[in-house]
């Protein structure tokens, strides 16, 4: 008797039709990517894309918490969804991601007509649980922990990848850190590595099925490895260690802490076929001169490198618990200029930090202005409940005046990224190309290696997963626009990743 990977009998169910899923991710890369790995859990059930909410048989929202506005938007959603539901008793609605981690019970009472609710570290039982809450009604199943050694780990799940040219890789989940204003670390659990070898299994795999962009993924990603190497240290006979560390690290008997994120970039920018590699995000306190070397010396890795700041004001770093000061930052961002020619290099910036005084603010202002980023990610402080900021209502900054430091702090970015931009007019840039532009059908996108968006027009047709050359002839503080040269390259991918497990 034929089963499903969700253990239903397969005779058992009255419609033979595959059930059609929608999933509708909020929130980072890393978020997206894990809705990659639930499509890839659901098609090795059986299931097949819908279109939309309209045709879906189950409707997935992948949830984030890193901000308080992803909590109304997911009740928002959940809300239409109910009407939706109304008229179409048989429709599933699903909720997962970290919210659904940290607030599994408020979902529950706020929306009873939601069928299934999971977490961060239970995306493997995705399927089983909506085929539970089919039977007997709605369910919930929240792991406290992620497994490390167990086929649930994140990167060990199938995964259906939105696109064919590009991959995201995870090559870390969870974080060890303690930044005062992140919920991440309650939601995604302590740091574990994946074993290096199973990385450039992946990576190899997608290579050979013509994937020539790979981001590696990671919350913390320079300390990639620590938790691998801390392991073997104490217990020689741990596993296999080539295959967890990397055979640099394993060559080497003398037990000390030698980084192996750069090792891990060198593996993966070697692999054969791959003509870039990007990874975010590092956190400024583990920027090494290996992951600087590395970068200089692999072709494949572009440069480009994301250095989240979140504030120039030392008492403010202190506060926030990020084990740097901005003379610090600007130090390791010096040393990455030096080392790497022509780095692009964007942030993240929170405003509003509890405490954070108008003087606190103009230093971020200053450091912003001397790092001169090509671009960054502004965020007001949003406290988010049993964080050690969230804990400090007495320091909170006033709304408007939060609001008012977030507007000039734009400002000085989109200055500086201009600046940037500008003088790129007049270059020619290799560009990988998206397909067409989603505002202008007259317009086809592509990405620099700076990973820098650049429009321009062509009349044939240029495939998404082509590099060009393009001759950039403006700037503006999101993008390129520039005129096509040449095509150098076709793609080489089939024109769907099929599902796979690593
Ligand atoms: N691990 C990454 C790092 O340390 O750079 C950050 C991951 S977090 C998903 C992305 C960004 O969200 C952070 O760099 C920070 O700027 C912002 N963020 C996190 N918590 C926040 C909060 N409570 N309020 C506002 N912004 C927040
Ligand atoms: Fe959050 Fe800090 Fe960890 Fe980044 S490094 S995920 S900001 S705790």
Redesign the pocket.
């Given at each position: 008797m034929a089963m499903s990977a969700s253990g239903r009998t397969l005779e058992a169910l009255p419609d033979r039709s595959p059930r059609r899923y929608f999933i509708r991710t909020f929130?980072?890369q890393?978020n997206a990517h894990d809705s990659e790995r639930l499509a890839g859990v659901f098609e090795a059930d059986g299931m097949v894309a819908a279109s939309g909410v309209d045709d879906a048989d189950v409707v997935v929202l992948n949830t984030c918490c890193?901000?308080e506005n992803a909590d109304n938007k997911l009740y928002g959603t959940l809300g239409h969804l109910k009407s939706l539901k109304d008229r179409r008793p048989g429709l599933q609605i699903a909720v997962g991601g970290c919210l659904a981690q940290k607030d599994r019970e408020v979902i529950r009472r706020r929306a009873p007509w939601v069928d299934a609710v999971w977490g961060t570290h239970n995306v493997d039982r995705s399927a089983a649980l909506l085929a539970v809450a089919a039977q007997s009604g709605p369910v919930t199943e929240i792991l406290e922990e992620a497994q490390a050694d167990a086929a649930a780990f994140p990167s060990a799940l199938p995964v259906r990848r939105e696109q064919a040219w590009a991959a995201w890789i995870t090559i870390q989940v969870g974080?060890d850190?303690k930044?005062a204003?992140?919920?991440?670390p309650a939601v995604r659990g302590r740091e574990i590595s994946r074993p290096f070898a199973a990385v450039v299994a992946e990576v190899d795999q997608l290579a050979a099925v013509g994937t020539v962009e790979v981001t590696l993924l990671g919350?913390?990603v320079n300390s990639y490895g620590r938790d691998l190497t801390t392991a073997l240290r104490s217990d020689p006979d741990w596993r296999d260690r080539s295959a967890t560390t990397g055979t640099a690290w394993a060559a080497d008997e003398r037990p000390r802490a030698r980084p192996l994120f750069a090792e891990l970039l060198r593996a993966v920018a070697g692999v054969e076929g791959v003509r870039r590699v990007r990874y975010t995000?590092?956190?400024p306190k583990d920027l090494r001169r290996e992951t600087v070397a590395a970068m200089a010396e692999e072709p494949a890795i572009c440069e480009q490198l994301h250095l989240?700041l979140?504030s120039g004001s030392d008492p403010v770093l202190a506060g926030m618990h990020r084990g740097y000061t901005a003379a610090r930052y600007l130090e390791k961002l010096a040393m990455a200029r030096a080392g790497i020619a022509d780095l692009g290099v964007t942030t993240?910036?929170?405003v509003g930090f509890p405490g954070e005084t108008d003087a606190d603010f103009a230093r971020t202002l200053e450091v912003v202005a001397e790092a001169r980023y090509d671009g960054a990610?502004t965020?007001?402080?949003?406290?988010?409940p049993g964080?050690d900021?969230a804990r400090q209502p007495e320091r909170f900054v006033a709304p408007d005046v939060a609001a008012e430091r977030f507007e000039r702090l734009k400002v000085v970015v989109e200055r500086s990224a201009l600046a940037a931009h500008s003088a790129r007019v007049g270059r020619v840039e290799e560009v990988l190309v998206e397909g067409r532009s989603k505002r202008d059908a007259a317009m086809i996108t592509g990405r620099t290696r700076q990973g820098k968006l650049v429009h321009f027009p062509s009349d044939r047709p240029v495939p998404a997963g082509a590099f060009a050359q393009v001759l950039v002839t403006r700037g503006a503080p999101h993008f390129l626009v520039g005129e096509l040269v040449e095509v150098t390259a076709m793609p080489r991918h089939r024109t769907r990743i099929p599902v796979a497990t690593v």
């Open positions: 929130g980072c890393m890193i901000r974080c850190n930044c204003f992140c919920i991440v919350q913390n995000s590092p956190h989240p979140q993240d910036i929170i990610y965020f007001i402080y949003s406290p988010r964080t900021a």
